[in-house]
């Protein structure tokens, strides 16, 4: 599930290429993820073990930095390494992440707008399930601050269980 989240995350990140069309947007949506911070909320359907999983979420991006956020779990990245949180288990992994965001921009399929603007789109996760995103808001800012989207370890209760697998 965890695999899932990270995808739909880097996946959010190509909704906004898809806003208009043609490489002046790829160019220009490269650019904004280096100087620009993104915030999103979104729902998703899926299958899992043929079973219907629905969720909601928010997700922000500057630069190499994110965080995902929805009720089963916080996934923060920073280019090098994946923090995901487990609030319910009180429970930190901590792994090496060396995933290329633009690999995942690809598998987007399906995708919808409406008045310029991303409405939903789909990919294949990682077994094989699709996924479908539906955007309910997106902006892109010139905010600079990533505080609320890094990591920090000093932040977590009492009772965590961290495990560092890098």
Known sequence: M???FVSASLLLCCLFSFAQSGNEVWSAFLKALETKRINAEFSYKTLLNDVPVNGTGSFAILGKTFVLKTLE?????DGTSLWTVDKEAQEVVIETFETDPIAYISLATDVKTEKGKIKSFKFKSEDSSE????????????????????????????????????
């Open 2 to 4: 965890r695999k899932f």
């Open 73 to 77: 779990a916080e996934i923060y990245g």
């Open 131 to 166: 996924v479908e995103v539906i955007v309910k808001s997106y902006d892109i800012s010139e905010s600079r601050d990533t505080k609320d989207i890094t990591f920090d370890e000093k932040s977590l209760g009492k009772g965590y269980i961290v495990t560092d697998l890098r």
